[in-house]
């Protein structure tokens, strides 16, 4: 399994993109939680840790973006070294110039590839950085 053993977070506010990341994760032997809306991400970090990885949305409700949240994780000393990537539907022209400017370790649009989803994750996890658009 590709990811026995890993932990990972997703804040997604999709509840189909969300279980589709969770299923696919899941399958390769991850432990997966999330948070919905980024309100909570950081609480909800904090109680799930450890985490291998962290997966974001960027384009969330109520004014609330990934980028804002990855600034929330990265202030936690605890997470300052944790990989987090942007999976998200927004324009990756812009998108990507955005979290390599703030310091994401990749970016993978929506919809996801499914064939290659938990292999991407492990190589983040594993020190590689991905840009992927669709």
Same mark, same amino acid.
């Given at each position: !399994?590709?990811?026995?053993? @890993?932990?990972?977070?997703?804040? *997604?506010?999709?509840?189909?993109?969300?279980?589709?990341? %969770?299923?696919?994760?899941?399958?390769?032997?991850?432990? #997966?939680?999330?948070? $919905?809306?980024?309100?909570?991400?950081?609480?909800?970090?904090?109680?799930?840790? +450890? #985490?291998?990885? &962290?997966?974001?949305?960027?384009?969330? +409700?109520?004014?609330?973006?990934?980028?804002?949240?990855?600034? %929330?994780?990265?202030?936690?000393? *605890?997470?300052?070294?944790?990989?987090?990537?942007? #999976?998200?539907?927004?324009? +990756?022209?812009?998108?990507?110039?955005?979290? %390599?400017? @703030?310091?994401?370790?990749?970016?993978?649009? @929506?919809?996801?590839? $499914? !064939? =290659?989803?938990?292999? %991407?994750?492990?190589? #983040?996890?594993?020190?590689? =950085? &991905?840009? *992927?658009?669709?």
């Amino acid at each position: !399994m590709l990811l026995k053993g @890993k932990r990972v977070f997703i804040t *997604e506010d999709n509840v189909t993109n969300r279980s589709v990341m %969770q299923l696919l994760l899941e399958r390769e032997g991850a432990t #997966v939680a999330f948070e $919905r809306w980024g309100l909570k991400t950081c609480e909800r970090l904090r109680s799930f840790a +450890p #985490v291998d990885i &962290i997966l974001l949305d960027l384009m969330l +409700p109520d004014g609330m973006s990934g980028l804002i949240v990855y600034d %929330q994780i990265r202030a936690l000393s *605890e997470f300052e070294n944790t990989p987090i990537i942007a #999976v998200s539907a927004k324009e +990756p022209d812009v998108a990507i110039a955005e979290t %390599q400017a @703030k310091g994401f370790d990749g970016f993978i649009g @929506k919809p996801i590839n $499914r !064939m =290659h989803f938990a292999q %991407q994750i492990a190589d #983040v996890i594993s020190g590689e =950085h &991905i840009w *992927e658009a669709i």
